[in-house]
């Protein structure tokens, strides 16, 4: 075996390569579609089933619509960020600093026997935003995360190698 170099070489922070991945690309379009579909929803069919609701079941439907909607303008403004990050528009640094006006823990629904009375399509609306919620939330923990310190014994390899000319010059 030759002489291997024992130097630090550069390790590849995968938290700066995930907002060029394909699955922050689907979980993007993802939550962009679900604030179409929710504003939508929210604008017609959703306003006409509201309309059919008994006072106390209406005012949940108005009380959870507003914290889904709240929801998906965090979510949004989040994934926006970081398509900038992507985009090249600012550095994960600088969107590290920006998150911390998006909170990603604000507008969690009612209890369950509540959200069981309103529309089917708002409950699943609901859903699918807690669903997207917490990728958001792990993929932000993730990205945001410092990298550990890594002990600086060079390439992580030589001790093995050396081990392995140790047993095979004997």
């Known amino acids: 075996m030759s002489d291997v170099a024992q130097g630090d070489t550069a390790l590849v922070v995968l938290s700066e390569r995930l907002t060029n991945s394909a699955a922050f690309g689907a979980l993007f379009r993802e939550g962009m579609d679900l604030v179409e579909e ?10 006409a089933e509201a309309k059919t609701l008994d006072r106390a079941v209406s005012l949940t439907y108005a009380t959870e619509s507003m ?5 998906l303008m965090q979510l949004a403004s989040w994934l ?3 398509r900038a990050v992507k985009e090249g528009e600012m550095t994960l640094v600088q969107a590290n600093r920006e998150k911390s006006k998006v ?3 604000a507008a969690d629904p009612g209890a ?3 959200l069981e009375k309103l529309p089917e ?3 699943a609306l609901i859903a699918r935003s807690m669903s997207l ?8 923990s993730t990205l945001h995360t ?8 060079g390439n992580p390899l030589v001790p093995q190698l050396n081990m392995l000319k140790a047993a095979f010059e004997r």
């Open 121 to 123: 399509q708002l409950q």
């Open 80 to 82: 926006l960020l970081h």
């Open 112 to 114: 369950a026997d509540i």
């Open 67 to 71: 914290r889904l909607t709240t929801r």
């Open 103 to 105: 909170k990603l823990t």
């Open 38 to 47: 929710t504003a939508a929803y929210l604008d017609g069919a959703g306003r």
């Open 133 to 140: 919620q917490s990728r958001v939330r792990r993929l932000d």
């Open 146 to 153: 410092p990298p550990a310190e890594r002990a600086s014994i």
